[in-house]
C-alpha cells in the first residue's frame, strides 16, 4: 500500500491537474485573484517540474491535488460575494 502511495504521477495526471487549476481560475470573477490563482498554479508547477525523486514529486502531487480543492472550495465562496464592478484592468482590457 505504502508504494502505490509513493508511486510518482504519470505526465498526463500532472497536465490535468496543471488543466484543472486553469479551468478553475477562470471561475474567478475578479480579474486580480483569476491571474493570481492562474500566476501561482503555473509558478508551483514550474517550481516542482525538476523533482525527480519520486517520493516527492508523489507528495508535491498530492499537495497540488489539495490546493485545487481550495481553490475550487473559495472559487464558489467568491462568487457569491464578488463585486458587482469590474477592476480597472477588466475595463482596460476591453
Known sequence: M????AAA??????????????RTARQFSDYNIREYTRRR????????RAL???PAAA???AEG???????KRQAVVYSLYAPKSKSIM?????
Open 41 to 48: 498554479a503555473a509558478d508551483a508547477f514550474r517550481e516542482n
Open 90 to 94: 477588466e475595463m482596460k482590457l476591453q
Open 59 to 61: 507528495a508535491a502531487f
Open 52 to 54: 525527480a525523486d519520486e
Open 65 to 71: 491535488k489539495k490546493q485545487l480543492e481550495v481553490a
Open 9 to 22: 504521477p504519470a505526465r498526463s495526471e500532472v497536465l490535468s491537474l496543471f488543466r484543472s487549476f486553469l
Open 2 to 5: 505504502a508504494a502505490a502511495a
